[in-house]
């Protein structure tokens, strides 16, 4: 494909997406929510200051063409609403990464990082086209190629952040258990060392305890809050930790003892899966011994005595 054809190409796709969107963007074309009609007669009732409402928080780190993107960006996210996406499961999600961030801000991030992808994939194929090195499908399956790419890195970047912040729990929930166990031991109540743990201490799990303390305060029992903690956090030892600290406030067992086996018991699993990894790593380092070390040292073994016999016959 020739240079002027590929700018014909694109400037042809330039003008349909141009076209498309003023003709979407008509009012008769525009679909108005029962929410839109019924606007103007209840402003008149609505006494709030608008400079006291909440601003939603910037998605594109662009200044003032947030503000052009972000109804872009809210209907394009409604149109993939529609195809069941999962809300409730990116909203589980969204939790036990500790992330304060809604469906619809994720779902945004996904939109930017794919349009960011498909950018940056049609400049690079315009270039190569216009070199002469790549052809109009081979490009067009690039770049939705890149789209796609950067929509599912998103997902798997929120994957990995979990991941990460699972890691932090088990590694603080020892030291922060045994905390609790002296301050219960101390004469402290479950609520009152929650609070003094989570005032001491910093970290994944002083965060979801503030959390707990934050429910509390609005009225949920120490149950249900433990309960939304475990169900957020989503480890088993966790809900082990809030089962068993649940049942020693209920039914009045030592909840010191409580506290410091279920520290005990989160410092066995760690030991247990330091060794598996250790296994695992041993398993893997026999690959390059057998394959790599081991007929190198045959040949420098074998070869002086076949080169002895080469020479002699």
């Known amino acids: 494909m020739s240079g002027i054809t590929g700018l014909a190409a694109l400037a042809g796709a330039a003008l349909g997406l141009g076209l498309w969107l003023v003709y979407v963007r008509l009012p008769a074309m525009r679909r108005i929510t029962f929410a839109d009609r019924v606007a103007p007669q209840l402003r008149s009732v609505d006494a709030s200051s608008r400079l006291l409402r909440d601003i939603p928080g910037p998605v594109l780190p662009f200044g003032p063409l947030e503000r052009i993107a972000r109804p872009m960006l809210r209907e394009a996210v409604a149109v993939l609403s529609r195809f069941n996406l999962g809300s409730s499961a990116l909203s589980k999600r969204l939790a036990e990464s500790g992330s304060p961030k809604t469906p619809f801000d994720f779902r945004a991030e996904q939109l930017v990082w794919s349009g960011v992808g498909f950018a940056a994939s049609t400049a690079v194929a315009v270039w190569l086209a216009l070199s002469g090195r790549l052809n109009i499908l081979t490009g067009v399956l690039m770049v939705l190629g890149a789209a796609v790419a950067g929509f599912v890195a998103r997902d798997y970047a929120l994957s990995s952040v979990i991941q990460r912040r699972r890691h932090r729990i088990l590694a603080e929930f020892p030291a922060v258990a045994d905390m609790m ?64 600290l649940v049942v020693a406030v209920e039914r009045g067992t030592p909840l010191a003892d409580v506290l410091r086996a279920q520290a005990q018991d989160v ?45 002699a016959t």
């Open 267 to 311: 410092r066995d699993l760690a030991k247990r899966e330091l060794m598996e990894a250790a296994g695992r790593k041993e398993i893997g380092m026999m690959v390059p011994l057998v394959f790599g070390i081991l007929p190198l040292t045959v040949l420098f073994a074998v070869y002086p005595g076949i080169a002895a016999i080469t020479i």
């Open 181 to 244: 166990a002296l301050a219960v031991g101390a004469g402290e109540t479950a609520g009152g060392a929650l609070e003094r743990t989570s005032r001491l201490t910093q970290g994944a799990l002083a965060q979801e305890f503030r959390l707990v303390l934050a429910d509390m305060r609005s009225g949920s029992p120490l149950a249900q809050a433990l309960h939304g903690m475990a169900d957020r956090v989503g480890l088993s030892p966790i809900t082990r930790f809030v089962d068993g």
